[in-house]
């Protein structure tokens, strides 16, 4: 078949350009003319994608010519995350507080900002794409058949169980109790035991189940250990698929959901096992249903962890309570922000910078993706004036309700429009 990752982004790209999210906020924030070029553009591209193959292995000036596809296709892919990441957090469900006031100040309030950024973007990834079609005519491709709606295939943004972080700050707790909860369940009668994670987002709920999935207590207990990365799409075969590789498998020719699970259950079947199921979006029952089925295979004490940031969705997969877990202390805060922001410089502190950044690490009310943005920020300003110019933007008038906490959202939109 063609260049495997272009088809497989083009796939992506179709399957975002449809989905519902991004249909409804395109027709509400003034951009459907401009997501709809996008996917006429796309269209007269992949419609000659599959006759690709045979040519380029002939001429260099075909592989160029895929070259340069990918290289737009994945900045079309990225513009399409960060519209359908906005179009979420502009979701009831999602907004409230500080997310509310600060996000609505850079689109709902605002929307002329919001279309006027997201626009340009479209615009510029379509024009490059025009330049691509119109010279993909020399090389008298034929036309296919075109199908847009499989992606599950495609190419994702996957988190690993590898924990990047030098030092994790005020998670030790959290981290001892899962961990003695694992280690304990070998007793229990259930066949598969399921903790879920819970919180708002930047929380680290992906760091924390990294720590107690690379604890070496835990790797000696299970006898097999599986990272997947979930994400918004909860795609039963896909999630098959990634579990069987995890562990070590192979699916081979293997195309449909039956004989895959078939395969999954031979592998799972009599060992202890623990599988972490990482940022699960998922509400629907019934597709939790149909993967937890092939799961209850285990012998006893096998674990599943799921992190999500809504609680329904985690009492819809727990079997035990659920782990909730709670902003960074004051003086975990502050230490992690410390270490990001004046570790470079030497043991002698700026006095002054230091009452600066104690205020501004207490308005991010704990959330340690906000401090880590903000720590790395100043890292690399030196002068007073400019964490005082940060410190008295009007962003921080911004509060959540009730508190002077400006929450995660605030502090990376905010991130985002600071020179």
Same mark, same amino acid.
């Given at each position: 078949?063609?260049?495997?990752?272009?088809?497989?982004?083009?796939?992506? *790209?179709?399957?975002?350009?449809?989905?519902?999210?991004?249909?409804?906020?395109?027709?509400?924030?003034?951009? @459907?003319?401009?997501?709809? @070029?996008?996917?006429?553009?796309?269209?007269?591209?992949?419609?000659?994608?599959?006759?690709?193959?045979?040519?380029?292995?002939?001429?260099?000036?075909?592989?160029?010519?895929?070259?340069?596809?990918?290289?737009?296709?994945? #900045?079309?892919?990225? =513009?399409?995350?960060? /519209?359908?990441?906005?179009?979420?957090?502009?979701?009831?469900?999602?907004?409230?507080?500080?997310?509310?006031?600060?996000?609505?100040?850079?689109? +709902?309030?605002?929307?002329?900002?919001?279309?006027? @950024?997201?626009?340009?973007? *479209?615009?510029?990834? =379509?024009?490059?794409?025009?330049?691509?079609?119109?010279?993909?005519?020399? /090389? +008298?491709?034929?036309?296919?058949?075109?199908?847009?709606?499989?992606?599950?295939?495609?190419?994702?943004?996957?988190?690993?169980?590898?924990?990047?972080?030098?030092?994790?700050?005020?998670?030790?707790? #959290?981290?001892?109790?899962?961990?003695?909860? %694992?280690?304990?369940?070998?007793?229990?009668?259930?066949?598969?035991?399921?903790?879920?994670?819970?919180?708002?987002?930047?929380?680290?709920?992906?760091?924390?189940?990294?720590?107690?999935?690379?604890?070496?207590?835990?790797?000696? +207990?299970?006898?097999?250990?599986?990272?997947?990365?979930?994400?918004?799409?909860?795609?039963?075969?896909?999630?098959?698929?990634?579990?069987?590789?995890?562990?070590?498998?192979?699916?081979?020719?293997?195309?449909?959901?039956?004989?895959?699970?078939?395969?999954?259950?031979?592998?799972?079947?009599?060992?202890?096992?623990?599988?972490?199921?990482? #940022? =699960?979006?998922?509400?629907?029952?019934?597709?939790?249903?149909?993967?937890?089925?092939?799961?209850?295979?285990?012998?006893?004490?096998?674990?599943?962890?799921?992190?999500?940031?809504?609680?329904?969705?985690?009492?819809?997969?727990?079997?035990?309570?659920? +782990?909730?877990?709670?902003?960074?202390?004051?003086? #975990?805060?502050?230490?992690?922000?410390?270490? %990001?922001?004046?570790?470079?410089?030497?043991?002698?502190?700026?006095?002054?910078?230091?009452?600066?950044?104690?205020?501004?690490?207490?308005?991010?009310?704990?959330?340690?993706?906000?401090?880590?943005?903000?720590?790395?920020? /100043?890292?690399?300003?030196?002068?007073?004036?400019?964490?005082?110019?940060?410190?008295?933007?009007?962003?921080?008038?911004?509060?959540?309700?009730?508190?002077?906490?400006?929450?995660?959202?605030?502090?990376?939109?905010?991130?985002?429009?600071?020179?």
């Amino acid at each position: 078949m063609a260049d495997a990752i272009v088809s497989s982004l083009l796939d992506l *790209i179709f399957g975002n350009l449809n989905s519902s999210l991004v249909q409804e906020f395109g027709l509400a924030w003034g951009l @459907k003319k401009e997501l709809q @070029k996008l996917e006429s553009t796309l269209s007269t591209i992949q419609a000659v994608i599959h006759d690709t193959e045979e040519q380029q292995t002939k001429s260099k000036a075909v592989v160029n010519w895929l070259r340069k596809l990918k290289d737009v296709a994945y #900045d079309a892919d990225d =513009v399409l995350d960060d /519209f359908a990441t906005e179009a979420l957090l502009q979701r009831p469900e999602m907004r409230g507080g500080a997310i509310k006031q600060v996000c609505n100040f850079f689109s +709902h309030r605002n929307p002329i900002l919001f279309r006027f @950024k997201m626009a340009h973007k *479209i615009k510029n990834v =379509v024009e490059r794409l025009d330049e691509i079609a119109a010279e993909k005519a020399k /090389f +008298h491709f034929r036309e296919g058949v075109v199908d847009k709606g499989d992606n599950s295939d495609a190419e994702r943004r996957l988190t690993s169980y590898f924990v990047i972080e030098p030092e994790v700050y005020g998670r030790n707790e #959290d981290r001892e109790k899962i961990i003695q909860l %694992l280690l304990a369940n070998v007793n229990r009668q259930d066949d598969v035991s399921i903790y879920a994670i819970f919180g708002m987002g930047g929380l680290g709920k992906t760091t924390l189940a990294q720590l107690v999935y690379s604890n070496e207590m835990v790797k000696e +207990h299970f006898q097999l250990n599986v990272w997947v990365c979930v994400s918004m799409e909860f795609d039963v075969k896909r999630l098959t698929r990634a579990i069987i590789e995890s562990a070590g498998g192979t699916v081979g020719d293997l195309s449909e959901l039956d004989p895959m699970q078939c395969r999954l259950r031979e592998i799972l079947n009599g060992k202890r096992f623990l599988i972490v199921l990482d #940022d =699960v979006w998922n509400e629907k029952q019934e597709e939790w249903d149909k993967l937890k089925s092939v799961l209850r295979c285990g012998a006893r004490g096998s674990s599943i962890i799921v992190t999500m940031r809504s609680e329904k969705i985690g009492r819809m997969m727990a079997t035990l309570p659920l +782990h909730q877990l709670e902003l960074l202390s004051k003086d #975990d805060s502050w230490s992690l922000f410390k270490r %990001l922001a004046f570790d470079s410089r030497g043991s002698e502190y700026d006095q002054n910078l230091i009452a600066i950044g104690e205020d501004m690490v207490q308005k991010c009310g704990g959330v340690p993706l906000a401090i880590k943005a903000l720590g790395g920020l /100043f890292r690399f300003k030196d002068k007073e004036s400019d964490w005082l110019a940060i410190k008295e933007s009007e962003m921080w008038d911004i509060p959540e309700e009730g508190n002077d906490i400006i929450s995660l959202e605030a502090m990376l939109c905010f991130l985002l429009y600071i020179p």
